[in-house]
């Protein structure tokens, strides 16, 4: 079993920053691709990025959407993933989950375990 719980959501004004945070417990993590998924209510979830496991290269994967702006990144030691994002838009308010996939790939683009989510509000 894997818990992960998100962190580092907040109110930012458009074109600022924040660093999301997502620590893991109950299992290592480096056999696990980790994902950021964001969802408002009443809107379709959009898989933000993903970042594969030891196994898979450590690749990164990014939604067209934040392309260039947002950055995946882990610690597997310190069992923690981050989502640095970077000149931020109001269309990027959401709640943001991270997620973890059992086989280790960004592939699949399901996730087994998920955290309880961290809103981001992007407004002036």
């Known amino acids: 079993q894997l818990q992960l719980v998100e962190s580092g959501g907040g109110l930012v004004q458009p074109g600022g920053s924040l660093r999301l945070t997502c620590a893991a417990s109950g299992n290592t993590l480096e056999h696990y691709a980790i994902g950021w998924i964001r969802q408002a209510p009443g809107k379709e979830r959009e898989e933000v990025s993903c970042?594969?496991?030891?196994?898979?290269?450590?690749?990164?994967k990014y939604a067209v959407s934040v392309k260039g702006r947002f950055t995946i990144s882990r610690d597997d030691d310190e069992k923690t993933v981050y989502l640095q994002m970077n000149s931020l838009k109001p269309e990027d308010t959401d709640e943001y989950y991270c997620?973890?996939?059992?086989?280790?790939?960004?592939?699949?683009?399901?996730?087994?375990?998920w955290g309880q989510g961290t809103q981001v509000t992007v407004s002036a």
């Open positions: 997620a973890a996939e059992v086989f280790g790939g960004c592939q699949r683009g399901e996730y087994d375990y």
């Open positions: 970042i594969s496991s030891v196994g898979g290269g450590y690749e990164e």
